[in-house]
T-cell receptor, first 109, second 113 residues
Framework: AQRVTQPEKLLSVFKGAPVELKCNYS??????LFWYVQYSRQRLQLLLR??SRESIKGFTADLNKGETSFHLKKPFAQEEDSAMYYC???????????FGGGTRVLVKP | EADIYQTPRYLVIGTGKKITLECSQT?????MYWYQQDPGMELHLIHY???????EKGDLSSESTVSRIRTEHFPLTLESARPSHTSQYLC????????????FGQGTRLTVV
């Protein structure tokens, strides 16, 4: 069975500080990993996916198959990054997403 | 405009009532999903559909049922609501053809009293 774990429920950082959200997964096959974000009063939306290897809004995430991790990082957090972040997994070419418990990020001025 | 819509946004209803949560998408997606989310908790897949007349139960057991008579419409029904059904319900869709991105609706927050 596939499982996604986000160990931090809340991350509070100051503006300009680095932020790293941890995500660990368990899956025996070849997974696709995603980060979804939900800003206040907005719907859940895709932030980035590992296969794109892109930086979105300054965020990057590297898939580490050896450590089964997909941590999300941003070197300089901004106040507008305050949101709920969810790590998610699906099997390759699949579509059913398994979500982690989410991490709330609060960026203080 | 292509989008995914959920109605109602909020619903407070008495125990024993039958309710239907609506979800429609104008994105032309074949695949649709229902997730349940308690406050501050993870999202759990309760139903999914890969096309018309195709419905499957998700990872989390749910007393709700779904139907997929039209591609764009994926309603969720509770025959007899109970306080334990109080939760947020999120509908999502994806095209599944080369892209695994799921698009979510605004959600329905259900409270059963």
């Amino acid at each position: 069975a596939q499982r996604v774990t986000q160990p931090e429920k809340l991350l509070s950082v100051f503006k300009g500080a680095p932020v790293e959200l941890k995500c660990n997964y368990s899956y025996s096959g070849s997974p696709e990993l995603f980060w979804y974000v939900q800003y206040s009063r907005q719907r859940l939306q895709l932030l980035l996916r590992h296969i794109s290897r892109e930086s979105i809004k300054g965020f990057t995430a590297d898939l580490n198959k050896g450590e089964t991790s997909f941590h999300l990082k941003k070197p300089f957090a901004q106040e507008e990054d305050s949101a709920m972040y969810y790590c998610a997994l699906t099997r390759a070419a699949g579509n059913k997403l398994t979500f982690g418990g989410g991490t709330r990020v609060l960026v203080k001025p | 405009e292509a989008d995914i819509y959920q109605t109602p946004r909020y619903l407070v209803i008495g125990t024993g009532k039958k309710i239907t949560l609506e979800c429609s998408q104008t994105m032309g997606h074949d695949k649709m999903y229902w997730y349940q989310q308690d406050p501050g908790m993870e999202l759990h897949l309760i139903h999914y559909s890969y096309g018309v007349n195709s419905t499957e139960k998700g990872d989390l057991s749910s007393e709700s049922t779904v139907s997929r008579i039209r591609t764009e419409h994926f309603p969720l029904t509770l025959e007899s609501a109970r306080p334990s059904h109080t939760s947020q319900y999120l509908c999502a869709s994806s095209d599944g053809r080369g892209s695994t991105e799921a698009f979510f609706g605004q959600g329905t927050r259900l409270t059963v009293v």
